[in-house]
T-cell receptor
Framework: DAKTTQPPSMDCAEGRAANLPCNHS???????VYWYRQIHSQGPQYIIH???NNETNEMASLIITEDRKSSTLILPHATLRDTAVYYC??????????????FGTGTSLTVIP | NAGVTQTPKFRILKIGQSMTLQCTQD?????MYWYRQDPGMGLKLIYY???????DKGEVPNGYNVSRSTTEDFPLRLELAAPSQTSVYFC?????????FGSGTRLTVV
């Protein structure tokens, strides 16, 4: 699986958009970009995933560059409850070889009142 | 719908003791996983299973064993506890979009 690079930490003002970058320059054509977050020692929580096109759900938006070498997770209106560690993971589609995810150290996002 | 249930939530073990961390899911997921997370670090995959009777090693399997006799249960066994196994252990099962994690077991080996 392709390796990802994320900044170790970021701050965001409450109510503003939080933009979390992720580099995955060695991504393959059949690999998806997944985002999870972990709030204070709880189990990680799925946020969103995508292959090529931008994706949006009730939690966030995922913007993937045209060359697919980087992506950005956008939390449109960050709240204090969004303070967490955010993991960007690149993985082949579900159903292949057990679909195990390998988590790095992620980005620690702090939302400031 | 309980999701993924882990027991116990907390445990203190002495060096050399053994224990089993329990994990049960009620979503009929074929795939299940065990991760450990050391303080300030990301999650490391210990073992995973793609279905009943099938298990395989992850990144850090040494010192652990697993079994998968049913779809629902995926216990993790520590045979000879060592201080290096002090960690938070997460069990997960997976579906189309990704993982559902349990709430974790905080293990301290002294």
């Amino acid at each position: 699986d392709a390796k990802t690079t994320q900044p170790p930490s970021m701050d965001c003002a409450e109510g503003r958009a939080a933009n979390l970058p992720c580099n995955h320059s060695t991504i393959s054509g059949n690999e998806y970009v997944y985002w999870y977050r972990q709030i204070h020692s709880q189990g990680p929580q799925y946020i969103i995933h995508g292959l090529k096109n931008n994706e949006t759900n009730e939690m966030a938006s995922l913007i993937i560059t045209e060359d697919r070498k980087s992506s950005t997770l956008i939390l449109p209106h960050a709240t204090l409850r969004d303070t967490a560690v955010y993991y960007c993971i690149v993985r082949v589609a579900f159903g292949n070889t057990g679909n195990q995810f390998y988590f790095g150290t992620g980005t620690s996002l702090t939302v400031i009142p | 719908n309980a999701g993924v249930t882990q027991t116990p939530k907390f445990r203190i073990l002495k060096i050399g003791q053994s224990m089993t961390l329990q994990c049960t899911q009620d979503m009929n997921h074929n795939y299940m996983y065990w991760y450990r997370q050391d303080p300030g670090m990301g999650l490391k995959l210990i073992y995973y299973s793609v279905g009943a009777g099938i298990t395989d090693k992850g990144e850090v399997p040494n010192g652990y064993n697993v079994s998968r006799s049913t779809t629902e249960d995926f216990p993790l066994r520590l045979e000879l506890a060592a201080p290096s196994q002090t960690s938070v252990y997460f069990c997960a099962s997976s579906y189309v979009q990704g993982y559902t994690f349990g709430s974790g077991t905080r293990l301290t080996v002294v």
